[in-house]
């Protein structure tokens, strides 16, 4: 299985916990960025040839702020570039009310097949203090002109004074919504980002009590018939993505865009987190990559086991063998011990037992060499 990820860059304002690279100012020049991204996937359509990619992702950013007959332009090239299979899982990321009914028909007719909407949270306060310009009622609007499309919502946990009360009844907004994903990520103060003085100065919630949170979380989405099938993503079942069970399957991917990131051929690459660097290396006809690594065989290993034991389905032994040539009970036996408790180990899988699916992190580096 392989996936194409294409990264849009544009947003109307600065969320005050952002990390990614989104750019506000840059939203007049989506055209020159759109021209790039099609160049782009030109280039690398020779060298992918052999490949058939299942899953088309497109993030950002607000990729539902863009013209949406530029997303119909990339989602052409794609398929002018790239084998893409009939039957391909094709997401795009949007938030609320930043489209129409008009663009919803587009979104249709060019085979979006799966929406992924930034809720965060279901408080107009907190949105407004998180910077983002959108309300409950946005949210729920945008559900509504998404009705009967297979619909995912992001929230977030760990937000200021957030009690577990609020993270439910956000979870019920987004079931009012009728999304039948919902990824429900711990907001982390990333240095140099405005909530980081807030985290600084103790006014969000410590580890503990995200920890807390998270399980209050996690089991009401169980009541709500959502299966935990990765750390923080849950499910009604047959609609986990696709796109990002790739990743955790160690599946390759190839990115397009600014800071868009790539794993091919054991090799991980990513581009320019730069707007203008981008557009200049593109058009001198170079990729705008920034770094590039090749796995050694140990890395590899390890990848392997960290991502599946993010999953539900846990670490399968013998796809672990076959693809890395390792031996798992033998090369890992001292981790398998010091985590017994923690661990559910039979002759054919490894999984991180329900309880302990939270702290997965520090669990998986006992199995770093
Ligand atoms: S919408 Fe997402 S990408 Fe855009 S500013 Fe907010 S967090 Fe960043």
Redesign the pocket.
């Known amino acids: 299985m392989a996936g194409i990820y294409v990264h849009i860059p544009f947003?109307l304002?600065?969320?005050t916990?952002?990390d990614?690279a989104?750019f506000p100012k840059e939203i007049g020049r989506q055209e020159s960025y759109f021209a790039c991204l099609y160049r782009e996937m030109k280039g690398r359509g020779e060298q992918l040839k052999d490949y058939t990619f299942d899953t088309v992702y497109f993030g950002?950013?607000?990729p539902s702020l863009a013209n949406p007959e530029y997303i119909a332009g990339a989602l052409r090239q794609i398929r002018k570039c790239f084998s893409l299979r009939g039957e391909a899982e094709i997401t795009l990321e949007v938030?609320p009310a930043t489209i129409d009914k008009k663009k919803v028909e587009i979104y249709k007719e060019i085979g979006i097949n799966r929406y992924s909407i930034?809720l965060q949270t279901g408080y107009d306060e907190e949105q407004k203090r998180l910077n983002?310009p959108h309300t409950a009622k946005d949210f729920l609007v945008t559900c509504n002109l998404l009705k009967g499309e297979n619909k995912s919502a992001d929230i977030l946990i760990g937000l200021h004074d957030q009690t577990k009360e609020q993270l439910l009844k956000t979870i019920d907004l987004a079931l009012a919504g009728e999304v039948n994903h919902i990824s429900m990520y711990a907001l982390t103060p990333e240095v140099g980002t405005p909530i980081y003085s807030d985290y600084l100065n103790g006014l969000l919630p410590d580890s503990d009590e995200v920890a807390d949170l998270y399980d209050a979380g996690r089991k009401y989405l169980k009541e709500k018939g959502f299966h935990r099938y990765e750390v923080s993503n849950f499910a009604k079942k047959g609609f986990e993505s696709r796109h990002n069970l790739n990743y955790w399957k160690r599946g390759e991917y190839i990115g397009f865009g600014v800071a868009a990131s790539s794993f091919i051929g054991e090799r991980r690459f990513t581009n320019t987190f730069k707007f203008d660097e981008y557009i200049n290396a593109v058009i001198l006809n170079k990729f705008p990559e920034i770094s590039s690594d090749e796995i050694s065989e140990e890395d590899k290993k390890f990848e392997f086991i960290m991502l599946a034991l993010r999953t539900e389905d846990g670490l399968n032994v013998n796809e672990f063998n076959v693809k890395t040539g390792g031996d798992f009970f033998r090369d890992y036996a001292e981790a398998l011990k010091a985590r017994a408790n923690v661990l559910d180990v039979s002759p054919y899988s490894v999984k991180i037992k329900e309880d302990y699916m939270y702290v997965q992190n520090e669990i998986i580096l006992s199995f770093m060499k």
């Open positions: 947003c304002q600065k969320c916990y952002c990614f989104s950002g950013g607000t938030n930034g983002r």
